[in-house]
């Protein structure tokens, strides 16, 4: 079939999930109409393949939004409720030990001195999100208004977390192949 040596050829540089659901959605598509001739094979794949990578495109960006809006959000509350009324302190002054050595344990693994320049978002910008979802466990009650329940919180956190994670390896994976390829 024309364009199937051109598709393994491409395998490596592709999201290899994908891939193979693109391949299998045109599978279904030939056995349910045998009737229409395929002339490029690699064509179609793509075709679908590139659907499905801007459904992901989307799917991220509201991540992004929604991981920007919960930082923004919990930023304010650490402000309101551990920071001095004139300064935004709140990783810097002695109101909760705990809190400020984990802004200052993640600050160092950033390599970043934390300081009064600062503001709270920039400092939970050095937050992960499993970081931030910790952060919210430890101070539920002052985050609990964000959410309908605990429970809920934790598996709509752990699950923005697991896709930022697979975005990371796919991109650490497709950075890795290029550079190998060039």
């Known amino acids: 079939m024309l364009g199937s040596d051109k598709l393994k050829k491409s395998i ?3 999201h290899n999930n994908y891939l193979l659901g693109s391949c299998k959605e045109v599978g279904i598509f030939i056995k349910k109409h045998p009737e229409k001739e395929i002339k490029d094979v690699f064509n179609f794949v793509m075709s679908i393949y590139n659907k499905r990578i801007k459904a992901h495109h989307s799917l991220f960006l509201i991540i992004h939004v929604f991981e920007t809006a919960v930082r923004s959000k919990i930023a304010l509350i650490l402000s309101q409720n551990y920071s001095n009324e004139e300064q935004d302190d709140w990783f810097l002054k002695d109101n909760d030990q705990k809190l400020i050595n ?3 344990r993640i600050a160092d693994i950033n390599k970043i001195n ?6 709270s978002f920039e400092v939970l ?5 499993g970081d931030l979802e910790n952060l919210i466990d430890s101070k539920w009650s002052d985050f609990k208004d964000l959410f309908y329940d605990k ?4 598996r709509y956190l752990s699950q923005q977390s697991d896709q930022n994670q697979i975005e990371i390896n796919r991109l ?7 550079a190998t390829r060039v």
């Open 102 to 104: 984990k802004a200052r």
């Open 114 to 119: 934390l300081n009064l320049d600062m503001s």
């Open 172 to 178: 650490k994976y497709r950075n890795f192949t290029i």
């Open 151 to 154: 429970k809920s919180r934790k």
């Open 12 to 14: 490596c540089m592709l």
């Open 125 to 129: 910008d050095l937050f992960t999100l």
